[in-house]
């Protein structure tokens, strides 16, 4: 482990937050979808599992927090977190983006369905361990539920495929506390714009299907959604979108 990790990991003990597994609650998905998307996700832990901790094999992680959610968050942190807020990081990978909330002083829970996505995070940050669960969006523990005031979803929605669209949005719904606010940032399309026929994932979204997807959970954007081009060499077209309870 390099020595900023080690550092890292020291700044962030005091806000983390343990949560042990609480019961299950009801299923966003049928037993058919439940299989189809075991499929992927077994795929995602192989990955996990034979980067072995080497952070280079694993082609969505970057060893920093995600730039456009930072830059969110220097910009609006006051407008939509008191201080010390609950936040629950969805599909949290590595754990960069929970770890950049810990350091905030908020209380971060990341959750990831992938066994070794987990322990590979609970390694990279031992001081926080406790906050990375193993926890799948569809099948959620009823503990995890209305628990938070920010839900925060980083390239999940875009790594399965438009069936599982709007489950993930209805899972992560369920994680919102009454005045909760959740924040996607996605690979993004232009309306109109053909899917890339080599399929995915990433599936890119258009606004009005992150929109779409966010409604059906009960959710409306809470402002226009972002379409930008990313940091990234070449660029990739991202949307950003923030949503409440309608
Ligand atoms: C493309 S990766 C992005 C990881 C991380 N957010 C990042 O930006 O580095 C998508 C993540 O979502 C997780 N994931 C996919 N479906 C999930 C589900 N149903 N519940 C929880 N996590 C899920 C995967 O295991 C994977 O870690």
Redesign the pocket.
């Known amino acids: 482990m390099s020595q900023s990790t080690i550092e890292r990991s020291a700044s962030v003990a005091a806000r983390a937050v343990e949560v042990k597994p609480g019961a299950a609650g009801s299923s966003l998905v049928s037993p058919e979808m439940r299989q189809r998307?075991d499929e992927?996700?077994r795929k995602?832990?192989a990955i996990?599992a034979e980067a072995g901790g080497d952070v280079s094999r694993?082609?969505?992680?970057?060893r920093k927090p995600?730039p456009s959610l930072v830059r969110w968050l220097d910009a609006r942190e006051r407008e939509f977190l008191r201080p010390g807020a609950r936040v629950a990081?969805?599909?949290?990978?590595?754990g960069?983006?929970a770890a950049l909330f810990a350091e905030r002083g908020y209380e971060v829970v990341g959750?990831?369905?992938?066994g070794h996505?987990v322990e590979s995070a609970r390694r990279l940050r031992p001081r926080m361990a406790g906050s990375f669960v193993r926890?799948?969006?569809?099948?959620l523990p009823s503990n995890l539920m209305k628990r938070f005031d920010l839900v925060v979803?980083?390239?999940?929605l875009?790594?399965?495929p438009p069936e599982?669209r709007e489950?993930?949005a209805a899972?992560m719904a369920r994680l919102l506390g009454g005045r909760g606010v959740l924040i996607a940032i996605c690979r993004g399309r232009g309306e109109g714009e053909a899917m890339d026929p080599a399929g995915g994932?990433?599936w890119a979204l258009t606004a009005g299907e992150l929109s779409g997807c966010m409604a059906s959970a009960g959710l409306g954007t809470l402002g226009p959604i972002d379409d930008f081009e990313d940091e990234n060499r070449p660029p990739v077209r991202r949307l950003r979108g923030v949503f409440g309870r309608r």
């Open positions: 998307a992927w996700l995602f832990d996990y694993i082609p969505w992680a970057h995600c990081v969805v599909g949290c990978g590595l960069e983006d959750l990831d369905a992938c996505a926890a799948d969006v569809f099948d979803e980083v390239h999940t875009q790594a399965l599982f489950p993930l899972g994932p990433p």
